[in-house]
């Protein structure tokens, strides 16, 4: 069974700058659709960032664009998050998720059948 493993998380304080990794158990993860989500406490779960297959287009929430990134180095199957700028309300657990429906829209959860088990994001003012 396929699965994804998150890795970067940590206490940064605001303003500060963080990386987030994703690392898929099998290379066919790199030809799926790949994105981040985060849940923070008492809240439901939200679309942070996402990146087509083979790099083919890459989406953001309205809340991080402009401060995060996300890039897929397509050799290494890795999914990563650069998170520049983090403020207060980016606090979270992150979570990596992968999906085979290529055609599927990047921001909806439903479409991502691999999850992984989350990496805590404290952003401290």
């Known amino acids: 069974q396929i699965h994804v493993v998150e890795s970067g998380g940590g206490l940064v304080q605001a303003g500060g700058s963080l990386r987030l990794s994703c690392e898929p158990s099998?290379?066919?993860?790199?030809?799926?659709?790949m994105a981040w989500f985060r849940q923070a406490p008492g809240k439901e779960r939200e679309f942070v960032a996402g990146s087509a297959a083979l790099g083919a287009k890459t989406d953001y929430a309205d809340s991080v664009k402009g401060r995060f990134t996300v890039s897929r180095g397509y050799t290494e199957r890795v999914l990563y998050l650069q998170m520049n700028t983090l403020k207060p309300e980016d606090t979270a657990t992150y979570y990596c998720?992968?999906?085979?429906?290529?055609?599927?829209?990047?921001?909806?959860?439903?479409?991502?059948?691999?999850w992984g088990q989350g990496t805590q994001v404290t952003v401290s003012s």
């Open positions: 099998d290379h066919i993860v790199s030809t799926y659709n």
């Open positions: 998720a992968a999906g085979s429906a290529l055609f599927a829209t990047l921001s909806d959860a439903a479409a991502y059948a691999i």
